[in-house]
């Protein structure tokens, strides 16, 4: 079963999957790719590339108006996520509230710093960072620094835990592209921030390199955070200031 999600909404193709009871792999390539695992109509894995969980399917856009989806029917084993009504109305409300969100941190990417708990260091850490000390769900961590952002409790920074990423870009793009010209494998992305290069156009390259298939451990939280990232530059029809990265954290 495959088809254009301009002709069927992917919600359509779940509510099938779940209703006929099918075990397979849906595969929804759109602005955000990602893919849901079904055993006997239940979700039991998925996620944006290699980013996978309940954290990274949650992320997912679950009503992307087009691209192509497919889903293969093959083995596949787990125990479900939740019960399906359940989980489609968590996804339905984390996919509309993560629009929100990112709209006033940019991505969980975004370093943040301020007088609460595990952003008060120095150098703040970013809402990826925190949620991971913390061992506490993205959304939750990143739904507190919305908040914390709203009564004036942390400020954001410019700079990304996608900073740390360390490239060495290979075949004629790299000797074409200024930003690949400048990857060594020893400098980061952040430090190209420090050198003058743009952050949106240091973004872009890389969100570019990923669509085109760049792949490393952390390339599908990266991606997804690329995306809310550029989307809400869209969004502003603005650059912010783009302040030098004090130090790049690191992945």
């Given at each position: 079963m495959q088809g254009l999600l301009s002709d069927l909404p992917l919600i359509g193709i779940m509510e099938l999957i779940n209703g006929t009871r099918q075990t397979g792999v849906l595969e929804v390539k759109s602005e955000v790719p990602y893919t849901v695992a079904y055993v006997e109509g239940e979700i039991v894995a998925g996620g944006i590339l290699d980013w996978l969980g309940v954290d990274a399917i949650h992320a997912s856009p679950?009503?992307?108006?087009?691209?192509?989806?497919?889903?293969?029917?093959?083995?596949?084993?787990?125990?479900?996520?939740?019960?399906?009504?359940?989980?489609?109305t968590d996804w339905a409300r984390a996919s509309d509230e993560w629009t929100q969100i990112c709209a006033i941190i940019g991505s969980p990417s975004r370093v943040f710093q301020g007088n609460i708990n595990l952003f008060n260091e120095a150098q703040g850490r970013s809402v990826r960072a925190a949620a991971r000390q913390a061992d506490l769900p993205l959304f939750q961590v990143a739904q507190q620094v919305a908040e914390a952002v709203k009564?004036?409790?942390?400020?954001?920074?410019?700079?990304?835990?996608?900073?740390?990423?360390?490239?060495?870009p290979g075949g004629k793009r790299?000797?074409?592209?200024p930003i690949a010209r400048a990857l060594d494998g020893e400098v980061n992305l952040g430090q190209l921030v420090e050198q003058g290069f743009s952050l949106n156009d240091v973004r872009e390259y890389l969100l570019g390199e990923l669509r085109?298939?760049?792949?490393?451990?952390g390339s599908g939280w990266v991606?997804?955070?690329?995306?809310w990232e550029q989307n809400l530059q869209r969004q502003l029809g603005t650059s912010p200031a783009e302040a030098p990265p004090d130090r790049p954290l690191s992945l």
């Open positions: 679950m009503l992307p108006d087009n691209g192509t989806f497919a889903f293969e029917l093959k083995p596949v084993t787990g125990t479900a996520l939740g019960p399906y009504d359940h989980f489609m009564e004036g409790k942390v400020t954001a920074t410019e700079r990304y835990a996608w900073f740390g990423l360390r490239l060495r790299a000797e074409i592209h085109l298939g760049l792949r490393f451990p991606m997804r955070d690329l995306i």
